[in-house]
């Protein structure tokens, strides 16, 4: 224990003396956080869109009000020529344009059935689908507020017999949207992030580390002590384990303080959870830094585990929008699991019950990952 | 002349002797185009769907059975009573929750409002967003066809009726790859030339080889173009490596003009080289530069440049600095020439915009790099 | 241990690199409590063989044991027994005196009192009291020699293997360095050291002479001199030398990984 201790104790130093390395671990997080959780949405509001209204009459502007009044598009030019709004779609002025026929209101008087084209620039995927879905909802609450006004004899016609609610079947729905009701990105993307600021910052100090000691030569002098493997990789470990959970203290108490981030489970269950998964994160930092020769390489292998694991953890993307497959693969990734766990906790407010799945994924990686890094280092070259 | 030559020789050396990295290079956009072209897609499909209904009739049965039919959904948990609901959203089990109110068929049959609640894990907003346009969907025909059937003489058209005509243009099919592998050519230039050339010049710093190179007859912007130029081949072939790969694995168009495409690329790639050699001027060892690197190349062009989040979606100030970010133009530029087939005419401000950065970036990193090496 | 005891024996140690011999056979022993100098010339394979016997290197034929356990099956029993000074300075730059000091006092399992009983003993003894707390990057160059010599000595090992310790520095260094070195032996320490400075070579009890991967000289100096019939160790090491064919060839690299 004595020696983890002094191992770890030189460690901190280490860290605490390099100017470099503190304002990376103690800046860089925060900035990162303020941009990254703003910067990080997919948040579909003010869709610039064009109108082409051929009709012009009440009716047709109504429908543009309603548009406009939605917050999900905003109107940024409006003609009658369709070249024209062609043009913008093109240039990428606009993402949306609608067009109004000239006998819309005529048609809705006459037949009460009128169309209406939107076109989307479906560039951006996903995205175009969810503008569509505003649009029809626009389109059908004004449909139920012009049913009244356009169609009043019908009304008054109807009223003799019984009354329209009557007859019709009718199905009321309500819609709840649980755990994120005003919709903002970032109560989805904080916890997130938090989890990858704490697994790069982690991952990346940690491969560096024993790749730097190989370089300086320092690595020998150790290997000539009696000091065993696994005292060796825990003394590294410990100070950048309890680095990394001071960050994501930080880290949380920014998303509380700026994002007001929502907290509805136990904050001890998270940082247990928390403590669990950074052993993943730092040995297999220290996996890498024991397997290279150079800290450039260390870098080079790490970024790319790093990339493959953040991009397919769900963190920016839902794992559920991935291909079977590839959710399959991002079972292995431990980010996954934690990215998963700390949005249950915070968003949805699960207990240990309901993370006890994920949970014993990361304590597995975990065991396997330490015994991994622990054979990994050599202290004798064959 | 042949001075520059043997430099582009000794660097051409360095590249192939090191196969570790080489093969990193090479392998990893073609790795990466493949996953991340897979993986990173925000379509939503096959929501996990709970059904709660405490007393299930014939109508809630057949509303029940629309949704098994529908390829958005899959059942994944039928439960008596809402307060179960919870766990199952916690756990990741359920998504979305379908409540039927007891007595749905007869409130039906009495012409009286029948109540369904949906309930969606709206943590996730799009997706919660695009699961309820899903199930209203579903509800909204299936009671139109209730009155349909109710109401086959009488009344018909009773209420006003907007219908929506909708065409989705540039990529019809809203396939994700063909957002993202556009924006993922831009990442993985980044991270070869910003990265790499940021790192080997800070290499030749700590070993104290470029010593050796300034105090040689060579200048400065010689030693520059001996390191850079061949980056910008490795840089160049993993352009045509992903373009071919986008083509044949995900079947992303190449609506525009290839030539056209490969240029703007080979500009692209300029500017991020310019900005590893500006790194590297001002850092003295390489586990700062990659720092910096990181910080100062390869996040933003993640993040900032709109490769996976829309920039519209950001807040204003955030969209301001997307401008100085050059893979938000380069991305905008591939995008519009695979997707929309755009030629210059419509580009022509993005690529002066890069061109201009280009520049900006060679002057002030060769002034830069000899300052504080000569 | 008692005297005559043998601190070091090697039996045909042995170690190759891919077809590269590095180290071909060779057999010597030291006694406890011996000065023994490791000479030979870049590449001769000197390295390739404290690796060994320090355990960093597992070798390839042969056998060898140090303060009694065999090298390459007891590795963890010969590294409690042992010093290692390598040739590049191994402190931590950005650790002050007493910080290193405390460092590999806690790896060597010393307890706290221990580790501040000697840390002020070595201090003293080095002259560095004002220095205790300064970064060892920024003390010179010889006194950082003596320092790391003393962390070496810090856990009061049987055996102490010192490589090259005193190249780069001034003579009068080197005279404190070897004072050193001597009061270490008196003490009962066995030390051994290589160098490439032959006045250096006449200090020690015994030497030997590496040539090409192979002892191609050992015993006291006067002896191996009168042996190969030369004047000086420095004469005898170049006659020597100039057997080795590889020298006629680009020299070998010294540090084989």
């Known amino acids: 224990m004595r020696r983890i201790l002094s191992l770890a104790r030189a460690e901190v130093l280490h860290v605490v003396r390099d100017h470099a390395t503190m304002a990376q671990v103690f800046m860089v997080p925060i900035i990162q956080l303020l941009v990254l959780s703003n910067a990080a949405t997919f948040a579909i509001r003010d869709t610039p869109a064009y109108v082409v209204d051929l009709d012009r009459t009440a009716t047709s502007r109504g429908l543009i009000r309603r548009f406009a009044a939605s917050g999900h598009f905003k109107i940024v030019e409006q003609s009658d020529s369709q070249a024209l709004s062609n043009e913008a779609l093109l240039d990428g002025r606009v993402t949306m ?3 109004i026929p000239h006998d819309f209101e005529s048609s809705l008087v006459r037949t009460g059935v009128a169309p209406v084209q939107i076109v989307v620039n479906a560039e951006k995927g996903s995205a175009a689908g969810i503008v569509q879905s505003y649009a029809g909802r626009i389109l059908a609450s004004y449909s139920a507020e012009l049913t009244s006004v356009l169609r009043p004899s019908f009304r008054a016609a109807q009223s003799l017999s019984p009354p329209p609610s009557r007859g019709s079947p009718h199905i009321d729905v309500r819609v709840r949207s649980w755990y994120n009701p005003t919709l903002d990105y970032r109560d989805y993307m904080v916890p997130g992030i938090l989890v990858s600021l704490v697994t790069l910052i982690g991952t990346l100090l940690t491969s560096q580390n024993i790749a730097r000691e190989k370089e300086l030569g320092t690595l020998e002098q150790l290997n000539v002590t009696p000091i065993t493997r696994g005292q060796f990789i825990a003394g590294k470990l410990l100070p950048f384990w309890a680095l990394a959970l001071i960050d994501f203290g930080i880290g949380l108490t920014v998303g509380w303080l700026v994002f007001d981030i929502p907290m509805r ?51 920016f993307t839902p794992v559920d929008s991935m291909p079977r497959w590839v959710q399959l693969l991002s079972e292995f990734t431990p980010v996954r699991h934690f990215v998963q766990i700390s949005r249950a906790i915070l968003v949805k407010g699960a207990g240990l019950a309901e993370i006890a799945r994920p949970l014993v994924i990361l304590v597995v990686y975990a065991a396997v990952m330490l015994t991994l890094a622990v054979r990994q280092y050599s202290k004798r070259t064959a | 002349m042949s001075a520059l030559l043997g430099l582009l020789r000794k660097e051409a050396y ?11 290079l090479i392998f990893m956009p073609v790795v990466q185009v493949i996953l991340f072209g897979f993986a990173i897609r925000t379509d939503v499909e096959n929501v996990r769907l709970a059904i709660v209904d405490p007393a299930p009739d014939h109508a809630t049965l ?6 098994a039919a529908t390829d958005n959904f899959r059942l994944t948990a039928v439960v008596p009573r809402v307060e179960e609901l919870e766990g199952l959203f916690q756990r990741g089990t359920v998504q979305q929750a379908i409540v039927f109110a007891p007595g749905f068929a007869d409130r039906i049959a009495r012409g009286l409002p029948a109540r369904v609640l949906i309930i969606t894990d709206a943590t996730e907003p799009n997706t919660g967003s695009a699961a309820q346009g899903y199930a209203l969907t579903v509800i909204q025909t299936y009671e139109r066809d209730l009155i349909a059937q109710q109401k086959t003489a009488s009344a018909a058209g009773a209420n006003v009726r907007i219908v929506l005509a909708v065409r989705m243009r540039f990529n019809p099919t809203r396939e994700s790859s063909n957002l993202f592998v556009p924006g993922l050519m831009a990442f993985i230039l980044t991270v070869i030339s910003a990265l790499m050339t940021a790192i080997s010049l800070t290499r030749e710093k700590e070993t104290g080889t470029l010593e050796a190179l300034l105090v040689s007859p060579l200048k400065p912007w010689q030693i520059i173009v001996g390191k850079v130029l061949p980056y910008l081949a490795v840089g160049f ?51 700062v530069a990659m720092m910096g690197a990181m910080i100062g190349t390869m996040l933003p062009t993640m993040l900032l440049s709109g490769f996976i989040f829309p920039i519209e979606s950001m807040p204003l100030p955030l969209q301001i600095v997307t401008n100085v970010v050059p893979a938000r133009w380069f991305v905008e530029i591939a995008r519009s020439i695979m997707l929309k087939g755009v030629g210059l005419a419509y580009l022509w401000q993005e690529t002066l915009v890069l061109a201009g950065m280009a520049v900006v970036l060679l002057v002030a990193s060769t002034r830069s790099f000899s300052e504080r090496l000569a | 241990m008692t005297a005559g005891a043998l601190a070091i024996e090697a039996k045909e140690l042995t170690r190759t690199f891919g077809t590269f011999v590095a180290v071909d056979r060779i057999t010597f022993d030291v006694r406890a409590g011996e000065v023994f100098g ?9 390295t390739t063989a404290i690796r060994m016997l320090t355990g960093l290197l597992a070798p390839s034929g042969g056998r060898a044991t140090v303060a009694g356990h065999d090298v390459a099956t007891q590795t963890e029993a010969v590294k409690r027994n042992i010093g290692y000074m390598s040739q590049r300075f191994s402190l931590y730059e950005d650790l002050t005196v007493a910080e290193n000091i405390r460092l590999y006092g806690g790896i060597y399992d010393l307890s706290a009192r221990e580790i501040r009983e000697r840390t002020d003993r070595m201090i003293g003894r080095l002259g560095l009291a004002h220095a205790a707390s300064t970064y060892v990057r920024s003390i010179p160059l010889g006194w950082r020699q003596k320092l790391a010599f003393s962390v070496a000595l810090l856990h009061e090992p049987r055996v102490v293997f010192l490589d090259e310790p005193t190249s780069g520095v001034d003579p009068i260094t080197r005279r404190q360095f070897w004072e050193l070195i001597y009061e270490t032996a008196a003490a009962g320490t066995t030390v051994l050291v290589t160098t490439h400075y032959m006045d250096e070579a006449e200090y020690c009890d015994r030497i030997s002479i590496m040539v090409a991967g192979r002892i191609a000289a050992i015993g006291a100096p006067a002896d191996v001199k009168r042996e190969f019939g030369a004047d000086s160790i420095d004469e005898l090491f170049v006659q020597l030398a100039r057997r080795d064919p590889a020298r006629a060839k680009p020299a070998t690299p010294e540090r084989t990984p």
């Open chain 2, 14 to 24: 360095h590249i192939r002797r090191d196969r570790r990295t080489l093969a990193v």
């Open chain 2, 62 to 67: 057949a509303l029940r059975n629309r949704f």
């Open chain 1, 265 to 315: 489970g136990s904050l001890v269950l998270l940082f247990g959870v928390a403590a669990i998964y950074l052993v993943v994160a730092l040995a297999i930092g220290l996996w890498i830094s024991a397997l290279v020769e150079t800290q450039q390489q260390a870098m080079f292998v790490t970024f790319f585990v790093m990339m493959v694991y953040l991009l397919m953890s769900g963190l």
């Open chain 2, 237 to 287: 072939v993993s352009v045509l490596l992903v373009i071919l790969e986008a083509r044949l694995i995900f079947d992303v168009p190449l609506r525009g003009s290839l030539f056209l495409l490969l240029a703007e690329g080979l500009l692209f790639i300029l500017v991020s080289l310019s900005l590893g050699i500006l790194i590297s001027s001002r850092t003295s060892s390489q586990r």
């Open chain 3, 38 to 46: 490791f000479l030979g010339a870049n590449g001769a394979g000197k």
């Open chain 1, 97 to 99: 344009v609608l067009t």
